[in-house]
């Protein structure tokens, strides 16, 4: 009997020191795995606001512990390798236009996970390798005494358009690719044709073809315009700095610009990568947008946001897939039949 609980106490003992030994093991290993991942580092390309993208990548630093680098580059730079010298990221950052050629180049590596799937198609790629993350929506912008004294005016594309007595400010289409965008928005939705039509319509009562996104905004808020066309970002930034505005969504839709993110083929973080991803979708980015002065919408909520009238967003629905060819002919057309048209009068 001795004997057996002799045996007994010495499995015991031996279970414990055993169990003791693979649990000190255990805690080592995963310790070292947790330091190993916060000593990683995330390498991001972008075009976009550094300003916006480095609070991006501080609060996922914050939330995860891994690094991100954040590297600036050109547009074609981004697009052509041999034009970088940085190193190779894991990320890209972009337009969904710089998106969808990264892909055709066959430089993306698809990403598909619960959180990507809460995008709608038109905004992602349906192969996953790229998912819009904030589009910038195109509305008007209203003068708030205007819009008390013309109570009765529909806020559609052609009420705006048409009438001669709205007093318009616009940026000019070939400032920059987000106001390019509404040029070939229109294209797509109304036709090439018809769009120059509008257009040339709309010229007539513009009162300033605006440099910057901003101007239009700032045009109505100093009464200098009835009607603004620009970005919601920059209507919202007027507004939480007290400008006198009103945000009005077009009636008859909007058109919109998209920002993405995409997975580089031979990332070397691919799983950190994808954390990454999923975590820009998340609401943990509301609050940041906004304290750097962006007000995007998150592409898998953006149908929340109300006008000053209370109306939810109608996109319209775009493809954007734009033939770089066909797209510069266009803008070329709009230029001279269009922008510069009273000159050739």
């Known amino acids: 009997m001795k004997r057996f609980i002799s045996v007994v106490f010495f499995l015991i003992v031996s279970i414990a020191i055993l169990g003791s030994v693979y649990y000190k093991a255990k805690k080592q290993d995963i310790q070292r795995q947790s330091v190993a991942q916060s000593t990683k580092t995330l390498y991001v390309y972008t075009d976009m606001s550094l300003e916006l993208i480095h609070a991006v990548a501080k609060l996922f630093e914050m939330k995860t512990g891994i690094t991100v680098d954040v590297i600036p580059l050109t547009e074609n730079q981004i697009l052509d390798a041999s034009l970088r010298t940085a190193q190779q990221a894991d990320i890209v950052i972009s337009s969904q236009e710089v998106l969808q050629q990264l892909s055709t180049k066959q430089q993306l590596h698809p990403f598909i996970s619960e959180q990507t799937d809460t995008v709608l198609y038109p905004y992602r790629a349906e192969n996953g390798l ?48 987000e ?52 970005n919601y970002s920059e209507a919202m930034r007027a507004k939480k700095e007290q400008f006198p505005v009103q945000i009005i969504y077009p009636d008859d839709g909007q058109p919109w610009y998209l920002y993405g993110i995409g997975i580089y083929k031979d990332a070397p973080n691919f799983e950190l990568a994808g954390e990454f991803v999923d975590w820009v979708l998340s609401e943990d980015l509301k609050n940041t947008m906004g304290e750097v002065g962006t007000y995007y919408l998150l592409t898998n909520d953006v149908m929340q946001e109300k006008d000053d009238r209370g109306c939810l967003l109608d996109l319209w629905d775009l493809k954007k897939v734009f033939v770089k060819e066909g797209r510069d002919a266009f803008k070329k057309e709009w230029i001279s039949e269009v922008r510069f048209a009273k000159k050739a009068e």
């Open 130 to 177: 790229w998912t819009g993350v904030w589009i910038d929506p195109i509305i008007f912008i209203v003068n708030p005494t205007f819009y008390k004294e013309n109570f009765d005016i529909l806020y559609t594309w052609d009420s705006v358009i048409q009438n001669m007595d709205i007093r318009i400010s616009v940026t000019d289409f070939v400032t920059s690719r």
């Open 179 to 230: 106001s390019e965008n509404l040029l070939y928005c229109m294209g797509e939705h109304f036709g090439d044709e018809e769009t120059l039509m509008r257009l040339l319509q709309l010229g007539k009562h513009v009162v300033q073809y605006g440099k910057y996104l901003s101007t239009p905004v700032r045009m109505v808020a100093m009464n200098k315009a009835d009607v603004g066309i620009s």
